[in-house]
Every structure is written in structure tokens, then in C-alpha cells.
């Protein structure tokens, strides 16, 4: 009974909302904010704008706010952050909701979870990050960026407002807590952290790989294609040009 009455009073659960337009997104999520205060986190999935009709900028926010909440929505229940006991709250305007987006194992699979005590290879780390989008610098002061120093991992991932560092001893996980990147001052403890790429879409070797080989197929498929149309096409053509001409010559009889 006890049990249920902790579920009740702090539920672990995912809702969507959609709207028209990012007008009502903004306003629903102020209402939200204004009604539930600190009870929920709530999230918007962004569109992305005029990027489906022009390049976009390099390091565009975009694609970093994208990739925060579409691994936010593809962990059930909980993400792991200091809210991580808080329902959870997607606003999604209905063009965010039309446009593609990778399935949720696929985004799962560019996760990594880390946690107090665990073991790991902090060089592999970096280097798989830095193939997934983040820029390693010395120190670290804008979203998308990592830093190295020592027996200390920073990392600022692009849809958060804190960093997170992550302390190490030889291989072993002895802290995580998020800290504010203008002062350095360490905001709250964690016991575990996801991290997520910079976009929702990596192009490694293998996607790369399997791109092409859709492409090579669809270039095949469509060629074969082309040229049964033309096939019909120019037998059209002929049928239609021995009809007009049957059809001149019975007038010129006539």
C-alpha cells in the first residue's frame, strides 16, 4: 500500500503533447511550468526550421536539442539526470511529429551510461564521443565539448544546462556531478549519467556502408525501370504515329 502511494504521489511517466505550431508549444510549456513548477521536467522536441530548404550553420543548436530529447524519449521511464524521479512532459509541435526520425534502438545504441564504481577506458571514451560530434579542448565552455584534464572527464552535452564531470581513479568511476561551466562550482551530485551524441543521426562506417548500398540498389531498380518506360514509351509513340498516319491517309482518300 505503501508502494503505491509513493507511485502515486511521484509517478514515473512519459506524456506527449502535440500542437499546431512552436507559438502553442511555447505557450503550453509556460502554462506547464507556471501550473507543475519543479514536479515534471518538460521537454521540447524542436523542428528544424528552414534546414529542410537551406544548409545549415555549422554547430546549429538544433541538431544537439534534437538528439537530447529524442534519447530523453527513447529510454523508457527514466533518464538519468538529477531529476530522474520527476514524470516527464514532450511538447511536440505536428511538423516535428511528421518529420522521419531514427528508431528508438538505434538511438539507444549511441548512449552511454556511466555510474559510480563502474570501470572503464576513459581514451576509448573520448574517442567515441568525439566520433559522435563532441569537440575535445582543453577546458571546457560551450555545449558540445569535452574536456580531459587529468583524472577528470568534462563534458557539456548539447541539450543540458549544466556539464557534467566525471572523476576517476586509474579506471574507476569515483564521481559524477553536474557543474556550472562560467564558475566551475559543482551544482549536484549523481549517481549515474547518460550521455547522447551531438545529432540523432551519426554517420559511421557502417551507416555510410548501408546508404550506399541502398542507393546502388535504388540506381539499379531505377534504371531497369527507366527503361521499360522507355520501352512503352517509344511503343506508344510508334503505334501513335502509324495511326495518324493510317488516319491521313483515309482523309486524303476521302
Same mark, same amino acid.
Given at each position: 500500500?505503501?508502494? =503505491?502511494?509513493?507511485?502515486?504521489?511521484?509517478?514515473?511517466?512519459?506524456?506527449? %503533447?502535440?500542437?499546431?505550431?512552436?507559438?502553442?508549444?511555447?505557450?503550453?510549456?509556460?502554462?506547464?511550468?507556471? &501550473?507543475?513548477?519543479?514536479?515534471?521536467?518538460?521537454?521540447? /522536441?524542436?523542428?528544424? !526550421?528552414?534546414?529542410?530548404? =537551406?544548409?545549415?550553420?555549422? *554547430?546549429?543548436?538544433?541538431? !544537439?536539442?534534437?538528439?537530447?530529447?529524442?534519447?530523453?524519449?527513447?529510454?523508457? *521511464?527514466?533518464?538519468?539526470?538529477?531529476?530522474?524521479? /520527476?514524470?516527464? %512532459?514532450? %511538447?511536440?509541435?505536428?511538423?516535428?511529429?511528421?518529420?522521419?526520425?531514427?528508431?528508438?534502438?538505434?538511438?539507444?545504441?549511441?548512449?552511454?551510461?556511466?555510474?559510480?564504481?563502474?570501470?572503464?577506458?576513459?581514451?576509448?571514451?573520448?574517442?567515441?564521443?568525439?566520433?559522435? *560530434?563532441?569537440? =575535445?579542448?582543453?577546458?571546457?565552455?560551450?555545449? !558540445?565539448?569535452?574536456?580531459?584534464?587529468?583524472?577528470?572527464?568534462?563534458?557539456?552535452?548539447? *541539450?543540458?544546462?549544466?556539464?557534467?564531470? %566525471?572523476?576517476?581513479?586509474?579506471?574507476?568511476?569515483?564521481?559524477? +556531478?553536474?557543474?556550472?561551466?562560467?564558475?566551475?562550482?559543482?551544482?549536484?551530485?549523481?549517481?549515474?549519467?547518460?550521455?547522447?551524441?551531438? +545529432?540523432?543521426?551519426?554517420?559511421?562506417?557502417?551507416?555510410?556502408?548501408?546508404?550506399?548500398?541502398?542507393?546502388?540498389?535504388?540506381?539499379?531498380? !531505377?534504371?531497369?525501370?527507366?527503361?521499360?518506360?522507355? +520501352?512503352?514509351?517509344?511503343?506508344?509513340?510508334?503505334?501513335?504515329?502509324?495511326?495518324? +498516319?493510317?488516319? &491521313?491517309?483515309?482523309?486524303?482518300?476521302?
Amino acid at each position: 500500500s505503501s508502494k =503505491r502511494d509513493s507511485q502515486e504521489e511521484c509517478p514515473s511517466s512519459d506524456f506527449v %503533447i502535440i500542437v499546431p505550431s512552436q507559438k502553442e508549444v511555447d505557450e503550453v510549456q509556460t502554462d506547464l511550468e507556471t &501550473i507543475l513548477a519543479d514536479k515534471a521536467q518538460i521537454m521540447q /522536441l524542436p523542428w528544424w !526550421g528552414m534546414i529542410p530548404y =537551406r544548409a545549415a550553420a555549422k *554547430g546549429s543548436a538544433v541538431f !544537439g536539442q534534437r538528439a537530447g530529447v529524442l534519447a530523453k524519449m527513447s529510454v523508457p *521511464g527514466e533518464f538519468h539526470t538529477i531529476q530522474q524521479f /520527476l514524470p516527464r %512532459i514532450f %511538447i511536440v509541435t505536428e511538423r516535428a511529429l511528421l518529420t522521419p526520425v531514427p528508431p528508438p534502438s538505434y538511438v539507444r545504441k549511441h548512449l552511454f551510461t556511466l555510474r559510480k564504481g563502474q570501470t572503464f577506458d576513459v581514451q576509448e571514451l573520448v574517442e567515441k564521443l568525439t566520433g559522435e *560530434g563532441y569537440i =575535445r579542448v582543453p577546458k571546457v565552455g560551450m555545449k !558540445g565539448e569535452l574536456a580531459l584534464r587529468g583524472e577528470v572527464l568534462d563534458i557539456f552535452m548539447p *541539450g543540458e544546462e549544466l556539464a557534467v564531470r %566525471i572523476v576517476f581513479d586509474f579506471d574507476t568511476i569515483e564521481q559524477i +556531478k553536474t557543474f556550472d561551466v562560467e564558475s566551475q562550482s559543482t551544482k549536484y551530485p549523481l549517481e549515474t549519467v547518460t550521455i547522447y551524441p551531438m +545529432k540523432e543521426v551519426v554517420w559511421d562506417d557502417s551507416l555510410v556502408e548501408k546508404l550506399e548500398e541502398i542507393l546502388r540498389k535504388e540506381d539499379s531498380e !531505377g534504371i531497369v525501370k527507366f527503361a521499360i518506360f522507355y +520501352k512503352n514509351y517509344t511503343l506508344n509513340i510508334n503505334n501513335l504515329r502509324r495511326m495518324t +498516319k493510317c488516319l &491521313i491517309t483515309n482523309v486524303t482518300q476521302i
